[in-house]
């Protein structure tokens, strides 16, 4: 073993117990606003969020496969729940909850089973163009989740914003004042790192703000929407639900249909919380110089979310702006990620008061600055100068993660990874060359270099007459490799076509694996040399 790789595994397993937990500290005070922001997204009670926030990041701490890291409920996989909450309370007032909550289990067994299929593996084959678009949605969704508490409602007359589990009607007086907090709400959580970075500006602009509404009675002179208006907050430590019974009772049936219901939102929560969590684990390998395993982390985000719906918190995945700040107020241990999750828990139970009463227009300043940074800026500077396939490739995943409805970013993804995967078999498939060159009148060898597969295969007919027909002709692939079904089958065409017109064809120098797909395929053809 490699002396140099001691003292950053000890560093990584050992570090520094004080700045653990005071980073611990630090990050729950800024995990607050966010869940409590998400379980609005989300279209659920606070409460919701909050114990998803502690449960996730209690569990993760000893299951996880990234030291340090930070899992609460997140804009990417609350946007992905609101069309499931919607349809739930469709069947009985309650039941979105509770169909969420089933939703979150399947997520945990399907991370579960696709850590154990190392799917980590294939995630590294997302190109940046699909990364990229996926952000850039994930931000104007957010950004968009906002717009109803502004007074601004882009459902032409609807009062239920979209997202929101409470209904949204400003009068006039409201407005003014409300668009004033956030506006002050923004200067603080831009202005503030510019003087200190002790302790987070989202986290003092939402004291500010909440100390401002109290001192003038907000609340209760102009009406200003408040946190309490979401929901319940939590009372109490979390206990275990088991959400399958009589929709009497708020549960549903342990049933083929309920598994219908919740499966899509399952499957796209699955993908996207450990696409998210993937990126963040690589995030913190870089500024630790050090390594995780992401199939642990699959596994270990499934047991999370698992434990998390069963005591009625929200599913989620790692947080990439927790994580770094964490990272960055020196914590390197599980033990960071664990006091995080408590100390969360403690302030909810002590200060649930003053959570109550601070204003939505607080969390809204907080959700436009992470909307702001969750957004890839440098690549869109950039697009003017980045390969036009990216750049399609990143369009096409935004377009269709706006254009789905509801939005979909599992949907989004998987349609940039189609488009990519075309894009570069274009390119791959042009590398593919065939030289003829006459030897004799009566003999001509063709020399074939490159890849032959199914897209390739046209350029590889392309390289040929077929309408000339010398009496011998020999296939040089010594320079080649066959790949599919495709590429046998455009060799064995070639030949029956060569064939038909009475020459007598050669093909020399397959390879050991080509030669092998021949016999499995039940394909030879004429004449073939080793």
Known sequence: MATGSVPRQLNIGFGNPFKDLLSGLVVAFAMIPEAIAFSGIAGVDPQVGLFGAFLLSITIAFVGGRSAMITSATGSTALLMTGLVATGEARGPGLGLTYLLVAGVVTGILQILWGWMRLAYQMRFVPLGVLSGFVNALALLIFQAQLPELGINLHFGETQAAGHGHAVILSGVQLPIIWGLVLLGLVIIYGLPRLTRLVPSQLVAIVVLTAISMVFNLAENFGIPTVSGLGDLPTGLPVPSWPFGSPEDMKVPFSLETLGI????????????????????????????????????????????????????????????????????????????????????????????????????????????????????????????????????????????????????????????????????????????????????????????????????????????????????????????????????????????????????????????????????GSQPAGEHG
């Open 262 to 521: 919740v499966l899509p939102t399952a499957l796209a929560i699955s993908l996207v919380g450990l696409m998210e969590t993937f990126l963040t684990q690589d995030i913190l390998d870089d500024r630790t110089d050090s390594n995780s395993n992401k199939n642990v982390e699959a596994r270990g985000q499934g047991i999370a979310n698992i434990v998390s719906s069963l005591f009625g918190g929200m599913a989620g995945c790692a947080l990439v702006g927790q994580s770094v700040m964490n990272i960055d107020n020196g914590g390197r241990t599980r033990l960071s990620t664990l006091f995080s999750g408590i100390s969360l828990l403690t302030m909810i139970l002590v200060a649930r008061p003053w959570l109550q009463q601070i204003p939505m227009a607080a969390l809204v300043a907080v959700m436009i600055s992470i909307a702001v940074s969750t957004a890839d800026v440098a690549g869109l500077k950039r697009i003017r100068s980045i390969p036009k396939s990216d750049t399609a490739v990143m369009l096409m995943t935004f377009a269709v993660t706006m254009l789905t409805t509801p939005h979909n970013l599992a949907l989004g993804v998987i349609a940039g990874v189609a488009l990519a995967g075309i894009l570069f078999s274009r390119k791959v498939a042009k590398v593919i060359r065939v030289e003829a060159v006459d030897v004799t009148p009566n003999l001509r060898r063709y020399v074939v270099t490159g890849q032959l597969f199914f897209v390739s295969k046209i350029y590889f007919m392309q390289g040929f007459d077929v309408h000339d027909h010398p009496s011998q002709i020999t296939i040089d692939m010594s320079a080649a490799h066959i790949w599919d079904q495709s590429g046998v089958g455009a060799l064995n065409q070639l030949i029956r076509k060569l064939q038909k017109g009475g020459s007598q064809v050669e093909v020399v120098g397959l390879n050991k694996e080509s030669l092998d797909l021949f016999e499995r395929i």
